[in-house]
């Protein structure tokens, strides 16, 4: 499992286990299945642009092909600026723990575009914290994956 989200409140740690929160889970899913003439069920193949290489679903998850259909795992992949220039690692918060302040307005969450959300379940959850949840109070923390 992956490190826990630590956050400090009042001198007072608290950590939460996390999993991400996708439509699947809010909404369920489905699945279409294709298959073949002999019912045997199909996989999803991708032709390159060029139209030289076959790609298998999933192969992308672990790296890119260029141009000229070279393998770059995702390991070697840095980040680039616009200018070309690598831009530097921010290390993760998971594990770390992150200090939490006062409360934030509601007004904040108004403004945010989220891309990504999480469930949090507490491991270890201070009582002063939960106290603030439990009213509805809104915190922020840096969080870096």
């Excluded at 998971?94 to 379940?121: A, N």
Aim: charged letters at 25%.
């Amino acid at each position: 499992m992956a490190k826990p989200i630590s956050l400090s409140f009042s001198g007072k740690e608290s950590h939460f286990d996390h999993v991400k929160l996708d439509r699947s889970k809010l909404y369920g899913k489905r699945k279409r299945v294709a298959y073949d003439p002999e019912g045997k069920e199909c996989s999803r193949h991708s032709l390159t642009a060029d139209g030289r290489l076959v790609i298998k679903s999933g192969m992308t998850a672990q790296g890119y092909f260029t141009d000229e259909g070279r393998w770059i795992p995702n390991k070697d992949l840095v980040g680039m600026d616009s200018t070309g220039k690598p831009i530097p690692l921010v290390p993760s918060t998971l594990g770390v723990v992150q200090e939490l302040s006062t409360p934030c307005l509601p007004e904040l969450l108004l403004d945010l575009k989220p891309t990504t959300v999480y469930m949090l379940d507490p491991s270890a959850l201070d009582s002063a914290l939960e106290e603030q949840l439990v009213k509805g109070s809104i915190f922020k923390f840096a969080l870096n994956y």
